[in-house]
Each structure stands twice: as C-alpha cells, then as structure tokens.
C-alpha cells in the first residue's frame, strides 16, 4: 500500500496501442524497466503494444498515454537512504509517473505493474493519485546458498521478484559450515576445498550485482566468522582454534570450529580474502556474521585462554569483540562497513558497526540505545514457515516503542531471512514467496497499514503477479505432486494428493531437524513436507469461517466450513483407499496423513452437525474426538502437521 492514494471514480483504458514517454534525466535503467513493465503487460493481456524497427518497443511517442518523468539520474550502483519516492497519477485521459530519482521510477513502475486490471470489457488501471515512499530505508532478503547451493538463476530470478515489491538488498550469505560459495583468487583453498565445487565465480557476481543495479537493489555479502566456519577451516586446519584435519558439514546445527583470533596468521588471510571480496563487491555494508560461536574450541584451548587473560579480555565475549575490531580495521582499510549478528554487540564494538538483530527486538532496542544503527529479522525468519499474518504483524519500530526519536532513526529496517537447510532450487520460492511480500510491505508502508484480513487478499494477487515474474512457488508444485505419486500418476490421486497437500503445513520452527534426524545436505528434498506449501490458504480459510460460525451462527461461514471438511474427508478416503494405485511414496508418506486428516474432518463435520442442531454432545463422543485430535497432533516422520486441528478444536468445544 502506498504511502498516500486517493482513488477518483474513473478509468484508464489500456488498449494495443500503449506506449511510453521518457523525458528527464537520462538513466538506461529506465527504458530497461519500462520495457519489462509492458512485456508483463503484453503476456497478461495478449495484447501486441507497438514496437520498434531497432528494439522492443517505442518510448518517444510524444501522445503516449503513459509518460514517465525522472529529474536526476541515481547512482549507477544504488546507495542507502536514496530517495525512493515517486507520484503515480491516472485519470481517464493518461498516467503520469514522476521521480526525483531513477529509483523513484523503478519503485512507481513496480506498482504500474501489479496495477493493470481486467474486466469483461477490457483491461484498465484505475484512476489514482499516489504520493509514495518508503517507511525504511534498508529493506531486504537474505539468501543462503550455502546449507543447500542455490545458482544464479535462482538468484535472479528472486531479484525480479524483490523488485516488484520493492525490496531493496540482496543478502548473499556465503560461507558456512556446509560450504564456501565464492570463487577467491587471492586464497583459491577456500572455494576449492569447502565447496563441493559449488560457488559463484566471480564473473558470476558481477553479473549478480549488475542485474540488481539494473532493478535498484544493493548487493550486501556475507562471510561468516569466526564460528560457523567449517568450510574456511577445511582448507586452512591451522587456523582453527583446535586441531584438524576438517570435512564440509552435512548436517545442521552449532558446530564447533572457530576462527583463531589469537594467530596472526587467520588476520594475514583475512586481509587477502577481505580486501578482494571489497573491491567485487561496490556496497559500502560487508557482513562478518558473528553468531552461534559456542566456545568450546576456545574454551578447550589453554593457550587461547592465557591470551584472555593476558590481554585483559575477560571472557569468550571480549575475545569476540578483539576479534571483531580486528576485522572492523580490515574492513575500514578497504572502504567497508562492518555489519554482524547481534551477537556482535559489545562494550568494545566500533560505534560505526551495524547490528543486525536475529535473536529478539531486545536485541535491536539494545544496540539503537547504544547509538549502533540496526536491522531487524527477529520475526521475519521464513525459513521457519509462520503464516504471512506473523510476519506482517511484526514492526521494527511498533506503535508501542520505548525508543527515543533518535534511537529510532538508527533502525535501518529490517530482512527477510531464508536460510537454506530445507530449501532447494525447486522449492526455495515456496518458501519466500508469496509471505516475503507482506514482510516488503511492513518495511515500505506506513505502520497503520495494518489489516490482516485485506493484506491476505491483496497477496493472493501479488502472489500471481510474481508468477508472472518468474517465480516458482506455484508453478513446480504439480510436477513434485506427479513425481511424488509416482508412477503410474493417475489424475484422480494426483488431484487428491493436491488437495491433501494443500491442507497440511511443514512443521514449524526448528522441529524438522527431530522430525527427520536422517536428512543432511545431500538428502532430496521430495517429501509431503517440500511439497507443501509454508501456510495452507485453505486451512486458513477454514479456520476463518469456523471463527465466524461460533461468533454469529454465519450460515454462509458455517457451509464453507462444512464444504472445506468434506473435501478433505473425501480427499483422504480416496488415496487411503486408492494408494495400491501409486508408487510407494503414496502409502508409506501419504496414507499416515491422509488417514489423520480424514478423522480430524469427520470430528469436525460432526461438531458442525451438533452445533447446527443446537445439541449438546455426548461425553462419550467428547472423549472420542479429543483423544482423535490429540493422536494427530503427534508429531509425523513426514515433519509435516494439520494446522486445522484448533479449528475443529473450537468447534468441539462449542458443542460440550
């Protein structure tokens, strides 16, 4: 939502002949946009709008219907705190889009592309007056290529999507224990030896960098140090604070190796590594990382612990923050600013580091009152799977705030987080998208933009706007659903299959790793769990309606939860009854579910019925369908779970 709009009852229409006036400042990223806007327009429309003998399409049409206006052209590679306003208005007669900024114009286009609609008389934008601009200016999504290895086009395809909703960094995380991504040229061991000889080159980054520039988003990478740091060690044993020899991780956690803070050799390969990834790298923010050291390599070391003492460090903790100055001196050498987990935050930490807050707002409360600026992704983690709804309720800057004037203004804004333990390349924009764009809105739009219930109707078409984008997250769907069934891939099980899938959730938080102990990096990731996608709709739905029916007997409410119920009841019944029809995936990972699912509904439809009776139920049958629900409740080999089990729950409570 925009920062100001009004909505007068108009329309433009939007016909063959759009075209497109540039005038202004002269920015080659303008025409680059202009031209991937009406390419999204002519796939959605069908529509052929005119081209040009020597390119794609027509931009100095002076009796354009839609005229673009830039003062100044933005820095080639996009810099933080950049304005990013922009004034959209439509009327009937024509649309004009007004910057200050080459990225006032990305960000105002990126809204003309989600804003073409359609009826069945044709297709139009409404008339509006939008005066737009960001709430924050350090909005992003951090990627980790490392505990799954994520390729370019994985990379760029996500940078499309972050640009339609206007996210603005790119976190690259790139080194961790389960493997080194980057190509070095100043100490070759590192991407060599801890990558399986799966990295971006360096080309490979240029390029990474370049194709964000082009949509306005920064590039910010990250090397983790100095735990989580197998991969680095696996080259360099001698500089880990216990002996070696090292072996990539394959599976997840907090691991032991740690960098040597006390061995002047780990700094002489860090000023190699460091000052090569600042000059690939133009972001003047280079993240170090800083989590998760667990101190038993330290600990255990007796000399590690006499240089504590000697240099009056006191602890773990100021051998980190020692460690940290070092870095931060690299850093400042090459130009850099340091940014870090907040368990970087320290007496002795540099005022001019950012703390980048991961564990609670505590933490990034802590570090603004301490004069630090601050990101938040503590409650944007994705990775996790909470529903849209969790994350969009989360504000860096709440309403509520204890922080000053000034404490607020060092809290840059905040990330997204998709780590990578349970993502491939086929699943990983399930993951992000579509809850990743509730999060951009949370950064962009003003606080009071805060109404769940329409912000979910508002994603399920942003949802579909980034499909046409490039996204995945619906699209590779059927083909996992097939090749899960197995063969022979019947329509009718793959359908029931579908709508068992739709029902369910992944387990959340960090519960997949007890669920499935077995599963490492080189694992597939093919399950119920990888197919389903991070929040039900319908499940949300259904609790909806089953909130509505308790709260004021909604007949309406009361028959979409009944419908809901019984697709899933029948979906259930049929591959229970049908799984000799499918390969073995069906009857050892589906039938379980499946058979939970179609008690849970046939409660549920029961409960319906009681309660539409005005009945009281039995203590016999209370007792039967609480001992059903808790059954399923149970945790699932396939780490999946039924997030409609409170909805029923609700439903049995109203009928004792």
């Not at 673009?68 to 080639?76: G, L, V």
């Not at 920064?218 to 072996?247: C, I, K």
């Not at 609670?360 to 802590?366: K, S």
């Not at 899938?501 to 599963?519: F, H, S, T």
């Amino acid at each position: 939502m925009p920062a100001h709009a009004a909505w007068p009852e108009a329309q433009l229409p939007i016909a063959a002949n759009v075209a497109i006036r540039i005038t202004g400042a002269s920015d080659p990223r303008i025409p680059a946009a202009a031209t991937r806007l009406l390419n999204a327009w002519q796939e959605r429309t069908g529509m052929t709008f005119p081209h040009r003998a020597a390119g794609p399409f027509a931009f100095d049409n002076t009796a354009a219907p839609l005229t673009i206006s830039c003062d100044a052209a933005s820095s080639a590679i996009p810099q933080l705190g950049e304005d990013e306003s922009y004034v959209l208005q439509v009327s009937g007669d024509g649309a004009t889009l007004k910057a200050p900024t080459t990225l006032g114009v990305l960000r105002g286009l990126a809204t003309l592309t989600q804003a073409l609609e359609g009826d069945s008389r044709g297709w139009y934008l409404r008339a509006t007056k939008i005066e737009d601009r960001p709430r924050f200016r350090w909005r992003g999504l951090m990627i980790d290529v490392c505990r799954h290895w994520q390729p370019i086009d994985v990379i760029k395809r996500n940078l499309d999507g972050m640009a339609l909703v206007k996210l603005n960094v790119l976190h690259l995380h790139l080194t961790e224990d389960q493997g080194f991504r980057i190509e070095t040229k100043t100490v070759p061991q590192l991407a060599e030896r801890g990558s399986d000889g799966l990295y971006f080159t360096q080309e490979q980054i240029r390029e990474i960098i370049a194709y964000a520039a082009e949509r306005g988003i920064r590039v910010v990478p990250e090397f983790d140090m100095p735990g989580h740091a197998t991969s680095w060690v696996v080259a360099f044993p001698e500089l880990a604070s216990a002996p070696g020899p090292y072996v990539i991780e394959r599976r997840w956690g907090v691991f032991d190796p740690v960098l040597d803070p006390t061995n002047e050799q780990t700094y002489a390969m860090l000023e190699r590594f460091l000052g090569e990834m600042a000059a690939l790298f133009p972001d003047p923010y280079l993240h170090i990382g800083g989590d998760e050291n667990n101190g038993k390599q330290w600990n255990g070391n007796s000399r590690i612990q006499a240089f504590i003492r000697e240099h009056g460090l006191k602890d773990n903790a100021g051998l980190h923050a020692y460690f940290n100055q070092h870095i931060r001196d690299i850093l400042q050498r090459h130009g850099k600013r340091l940014v870090g987990w907040d368990e970087i935050l320290h007496p002795d930490l540099p005022k001019d580091s950012v703390v980048h807050s991961w564990r609670g707002a505590e933490g990034l409360a802590a570090a603004a009152g301490q004069g630090y600026a601050t990101i938040l992704s503590n409650g944007y983690y994705i990775d996790l799977c909470h529903p849209a709804a969790d994350h969009y309720r989360n504000d860096p800057i709440p309403a509520d705030t204890k922080l000053s004037a000034a404490e607020q203004e060092r809290v840059l804004g905040g990330e997204a987080t998709m780590w990578a333990e349970w993502v491939d390349p086929e699943t990983i924009d399930s993951r992000i998208w579509p809850r990743t764009a509730a999060i951009a809105e949370r950064l962009w739009s003003p606080r009071e933009v805060n109404d769940v219930g329409d912000m979910y109707r508002r994603l399920a078409i942003v949802g579909r706007r980034l499909e046409e984008a490039g996204l995945r997250h619906e699209r590779n769907r059927p083909e996992m659903i097939r090749r899960f069934v197995g063969e022979p891939a019947a329509p009718e099980i793959c359908a029931a299959v579908g709508v068992l899938i739709d029902a369910i959730e992944p387990v959340k938080v960090y519960a997949r790793g007890a669920q499935q102990p077995e599963m490492t990096q080189l694992s597939p990731l093919t399950g119920l769990a990888d197919c389903a996608r991070p929040e039900s709709d319908a499940a949300r739905r259904f609790r909806d309606a089953v909130d509505a029916v308790l709260a004021s007997g909604d007949a309406h409410a009361g028959q979409l939860a009944r419908t809901t119920l019984t697709s899933w009841r029948n979906a259930g019944s049929f591959i229970v009854d049908h799984a000799a029809k499918a390969g073995p995936r069906v009857s050892g990972e589906a039938v379980p579910v499946a058979t939970n699912l179609v008690s849970v509904s046939i409660v549920g439809l029961q409960a319906l019925d009681t309660l539409q009776a005005r009945q009281k139920a039995t203590s016999a049958w209370l007792a039967s369908a609480q001992a059903t629900l808790a059954n399923t409740a149970k945790p699932s080999p396939t780490a999946t779970e039924l997030p409609m089990l409170k909805a029923v729950a609700k439903l049995v409570d109203a009928v004792r």
